[in-house]
């Protein structure tokens, strides 16, 4: 006779794995958007040789590879240990601020505005990355600050702690100037400040800061001229038709031939014709309002808000300050961002210049809106996840041989 040892852990049960824990709602909305602005941006360039250099499927080649690499970053993020998120995020943060530094002095100049680096023939836009950097830096403030709470007290000095964090990247990309990520980095820092918790007053004085700044601004010359005339131009785009109005109104016109059903994919007459500029990256709403029609548009509008209820339902059912900030934050950086894009499409904000996220081209946007994406599944994933057990030592089983 001989006796075996066998240990067996508690409960027996097998380890989960973790994509089947995933949020498929979220997921499933952003590979659609994905879809469908590969299509439209190849459709907004197929046409247009002085873009493609004679090639239609250029931009469509590029885009596919964007997405390719987004989306090993998204994978990369989700199956990494919430642990080595938190430890990342400085890091993260550095790299941000480093990169709006080396565009302010060796930066390429694009529409006015210096704000890319060449990066082995590929253009990268650092204040891209900056919105996430500052929404999980806010976050990771806040988390330290809490000491285990599941309701931090913010008072003045999280306040002030959170707007540092917050000025530095703000200051950089102001002085490029890019006008439309600093508007989309200010509703973002104002968003977070609202979910956790801040007082109301203190975003009633950063509110009137911000005034007093863009005043200053304008005052000062930090804004470009052209900058200036988009708002003039909003408030009136038959101020200047054939300059600073010019892509209102031809946004508007594109909008409004789609009506219900579109003129068909790859059959936009405005967009055929190349009349609204830079309609594969700012406005790229306008595609789809033209060739999908109102439904189609529509269908761009209902996926994005999917993905804004997922992001905030994340944000309430984690426990974690770290998490609910950061899912919180990246809510409003989407949602806004959003908003601003399709309502400088059809009118109803100025021109500024911002993607629509995972829709327009580009490589930075959809490398930063897609590692969101994979932060927000890394948050969910460890609000889902079951509770530890207590520890219990483990059984030993006798058996006789």
Known sequence: ????????????????????????????????????????????????DDLTGGNPRAYLEKQLFNISVGLLLMAAVVVADHRWVRVAAPVVYLASVVGLVLVLVMGSTINGSRSWLMVGGMSVQPAEFAKLAVIIGMSLVLAHRAAGRWRPQVGLVEVLLMLLIAAVPAVLILLQPDLGTMLVLTATVVGVLAVSGAPRRWLAVLGAGGVTAAVVAVAAGVLKDYQVDRFLAFTNPDLDPRGAGYNVEQARVAVGNGGLFGQGLFSGSQTRSGFVPEQHTDFVFTVAGEELGLLGAGLVVVLLGVVIWRALAIATRTEDVFGRVAAAGIACWFGFQAFQNVGMCLGIMPVTGVPLPFVSYGGSSMFAGLVAVGLLQNIHLRATEPAPRRYSAPRVLVTAR
């Open 1 to 48: 006779m001989s006796a075996g040892v066998r240990l067996r852990t508690p409960g027996g049960t097998r380890p989960r794995l973790r994509w089947k824990g995933l949020d498929w709602v979220l997921l499933g909305a952003v590979l659609a958007l994905v879809v469908i602005g590969t299509l439209l941006v190849w459709s907004a360039t197929s046409t247009r």
